[in-house]
């Protein structure tokens, strides 16, 4: 949710809380204002009627017809509430030819010796229809009131906050492996004008770690390549030689064999921090038929020495957007790990379609967790001589092109799915 969609719906419902609140406690007040009128109007009544009452001694009856408002006058013999009291009640109105809302003052009077409950009624429907309008005028008042703040706080919002938006922009286009640094606007607002500061330093301070990584990685892979081709080739000499003895000679080649492997570990190790520094920037459309195709003649010798059964089942010719040499590095250690981790006579089945690629082979079971499958140095077999890292890159160049890659193992076969 956007900042600004967020503080206006604090905003909102904030003001409709306190206009609710404050709008109940205005009916109310005017309520009560009302109804404190019409009571003083029906005391005024009372003391009318009860001078007149006290100067006649004609029928009350005849006083009830002549007095302005609703009377009802009913002889009683003793006083059986409180004296004067005030009620509310609905009472059929003939004319309007519905109920409608009375205010009620009920009191007693004596006339000739006799006592009466006299009951004097004012209608409500002026009042209630006072309070309707009022009601309706305060709503339409604080509609207006919370549109118009409304659309001014959008307004503001964006000129106030648009140096910040700016700020936003400029952190999501910023590339750590380009030269530029990043040049953020003034600020009249301290507290952007600090962010942007700090933002700055910040960023020139990552660029120049990156750029030292860099440079660190490249220096340290060419500089302990060189020793390692020296140490290969002399052990090559070694075995060359008939005079070693046999002790010599399996010393000797333990020697080629580890130089060998650590000189495919530096490249491997180098290979993931170039895909983990967005180093390979030069991407084309590549057509995963064509590549799959192309490295399976690669590896026949090897799937031919191990009598591996290979089918390929093409649904759809997909072309993916990625950098040429990962994309070749991809489908190469996918059917390298398919067919280093397979038995002899195994079986491989590659389908391709416009979604997905799913890479299944024969083998035994992983010795560690699915989870830790893709972890650097994590091995299916303990016993295998391959680096444990191939399925790591493989992850790397997935995740740098929002490749999903999923693993199962079923009924002796494992199974790689991309999903693209």
Known sequence: MKLLTKTTLYFITVSLFVFFIGGIGIYQLIKKLENDKVNQELIGQMYKLSHDLSRTKSDLQKIAIISSGLISITHVHTVIQPFVQFKD???????????????????????????????????????????????????????????????????????????????????????????????????????????????????????????????????????????????????????????????????????????????????????????????????????????????IKGFEDIIEIKEIKIRTEILSEPVIKMDTELANILIVNLIKNAIGHNIKKGEIDIELSKESLIIKNSGQALNISPEKLFNRFSKANLKSESLGIGLSIVKKICDSYDIDIKYFYDDGFHELILIF
């Open 89 to 295: 009640t609905l009472m059929f109105d003939k004319v309007q030819n519905q109920y409608v809302s009375y205010r009620g003052l009920t009191f007693y009077a004596d006339n000739n010796k006799l006592l009466y409950k006299i009951d004097i009624y004012k209608s409500l429907t002026e009042s209630n229809y006072l309070i309707e309008q009022i009601a309706m005028m305060v709503t339409i008042m604080v509609l207006f009131f919370l549109l118009t703040v409304y659309f001014l706080y959008r307004y503001f919002f964006r000129q106030i906050w648009s140096d910040f938006f700016i700020t936003i922009d400029k952190i999501n286009r910023f590339d750590i492996s380009s030269p530029e640094k990043l040049d953020f606007p003034e600020s009249m607002i301290i507290e952007f004008h600090q962010l942007n500061k700090g933002l700055k330093l910040m960023t020139e301070r990552i660029i120049n770690d990156f750029q030292g990584l860099k440079e660190f990685v490249g220096n340290l892979s060419h500089e302990i390549q060189t020793p390692l081709a020296i140490i290969k080739s002399k052990t090559e000499l070694l075995l060359q030689k008939e005079d070693l003895s046999e002790h010599k000679l399996q010393l000797t080649g333990e020697i080629h064999s580890e130089t060998l492997r650590l000189s495919k570990l530096i490249k491997a190790l180098t290979l993931l921090t170039k895909i983990d520094n967005k180093q390979f920037i030069h991407e084309e459309n590549i057509n995963l038929k064509d590549l799959i195709i192309f490295h």
